[in-house]
């Protein structure tokens, strides 16, 4: 299915060019503005230099002397277009319009400018003793101003294209900057929904990228971990159900084929049983659904009873002794009551069943923690082989391996620490060291 919506690409290359597009305008059109008004004072204040110069060379009884030569100074620029003025705006001499009533404005003493007729203009006052008879008009091409303006512009404009486009280069690569991690993101993540647990997102060097890629890094892991314990449970629950239901059963076909046993005692025997099987179910449900482990203080000595308990008979029935040492000052243990009774079931299991001799359990205070020893007189281990395997290839591996799994959820170990006569050794933290029982 095609998911809607704008790609992060696109939206960060239009947002950043669009605000770099508005900090150019908003930046360039008062430059602009302020250039043209530059430009055109820097012409007035020009034409204002020579308009009160010209007037001042002027004799101030030009026109009103018959005698009197009409004439304007020699060394003026070529550019300008320079003529004098009656008060009423009319020409006298000099180049111009005939009448200006522009050049007449004068008459107020004071020097003005405009653009008239295509050219930028201004006028100053001829002084004399009878008053402002005549003004100076003195004007150049005001499209030089406007094109010196117009070539500023375009080199502002010109300045934006480029700001505009080196914008678009950095909003494109940090585009990708960004956009890349998240494209790799999503095939991780693809690839994670597809059952591959390996699937681990590259750095980008883009920290929050980075700690989403650790995130679904650890997930994939952690899925991985409780997939793989489902497979060893699915695989390794069996035999844990499948023993106390052989008991289960041999106990009532006994009692069903010899005609002198006791029914009630063996109903009763079938109900311990039935019970026990309940409680490994429950355990094995729990434990399936809590990855983690309960996490909460363990009581050891009820525990260890419960074993008794259960053992003690099918032991018996063998020729076989189970003994139990407890010492008395244990920490406080940190476990999964349900967890270490399975390890337990399983370390007894195989004691009993694949062992021989008398079965020794032991609970000792080891400092960090407990270790809890279980062994018997049996051949052992061969040297060598796997025990914790998914296959093994004696008795004495059969469930093993959930029991790691489960020791190993708990935060603590399950060790062969020694092959023959085989003793195994659960070791679990304590909650704290100088926490005494």
């Known amino acids: 299915m095609r998911q809607q919506g704008t790609p992060l690409r696109r939206r960060a290359l239009v947002a950043i060019v669009a605000v770099t597009a508005l900090a150019v305008l908003l930046f360039a059109a008062p430059l602009a503005i302020a250039v043209s008004r530059l430009y055109e ?53 000099g180049a111009g319009p005939a009448t200006s009533a522009f050049a007449a404005l004068s008459r107020d003493g004071h020097t003005h400018q405009t653009i008239e007729d295509g050219q930028l203009a201004v006028t100053a006052p001829i002084p004399s003793d009878e008053g402002i008879a005549v003004t100076v008009r003195v004007a150049a091409p005001y499209e030089e101003v406007s094109e010196r303006i117009h070539q500023t512009w375009l080199a502002l404009g010109g300045l934006a294209v480029v700001v505009l486009g080196l914008a678009a280069a950095i909003a494109i690569y940090l585009a990708r900057r960004l956009a890349t991690p998240l494209e790799r993101l999503t095939v991780a993540a693809q690839a994670l929904g597809d059952g591959d647990f390996t699937v681990r997102a590259p750095r980008s060097g883009v920290l929050e990228a980075d700690q989403a890629g650790e995130a679904l890094g650890a997930t994939a892991r952690r899925l991985g971990d409780v997939l793989a314990r489902e497979r060893a449970f699915s695989s390794n629950v069996s035999h844990q159900l499948r023993t106390g239901l052989t008991g289960l059963m041999l106990g009532l076909e006994s009692a069903l084929i010899n005609p002198a046993a006791d029914k009630t005692e063996a109903i009763r025997n079938a109900l311990a049983r039935g019970e026990r099987i309940q409680t490994i179910i429950s355990d094995l449900v729990t434990l399936a659904r809590d990855t983690q482990g309960a996490g909460g203080p363990l009581d050891l000595p009820s525990l260890i009873e419960e074993m008794r308990q259960d053992w003690h008979g099918p032991l018996a029935e063998q020729g076989r002794r189970l003994t139990i040492r407890l010492d008395a000052d244990l920490p406080v243990v940190t476990a999964s009551s349900a967890a270490v009774r399975q390890i337990l079931l399983v370390l007894l299991d195989n004691a009993t069943s694949h062992g021989a001799g008398e079965v020794d359990l032991t609970v000792t205070d080891v400092g960090p923690g407990v270790a809890i020893t279980v062994g018997d007189q049996g051949d052992g281990i061969a040297e060598g082989q796997d025990v914790f395997g998914r296959r093994p290839r004696d008795g004495h591996g059969i469930g093993l391996g959930l029991a790691r799994s489960l020791a190993e959820a708990e935060g603590g170990r399950l060790l062969l620490q020694r092959e023959r006569p085989p003793v195994f050794c659960l070791l679990l933290r304590a909650l704290d060291h100088s926490s005494k029982r």
């Open 41 to 93: 004072d820097q012409a007035v204040s020009a034409l204002q230099r020579d308009a009160v110069w010209i007037a001042a060379a002027v004799p101030d009884d030009v026109g009103t002397t018959p005698d009197q030569p009409a004439v304007l100074p020699a060394d003026i620029s070529a550019d300008l277009t320079v003529g004098a003025y009656t008060i009423q705006g009319k020409r006298m001499f």
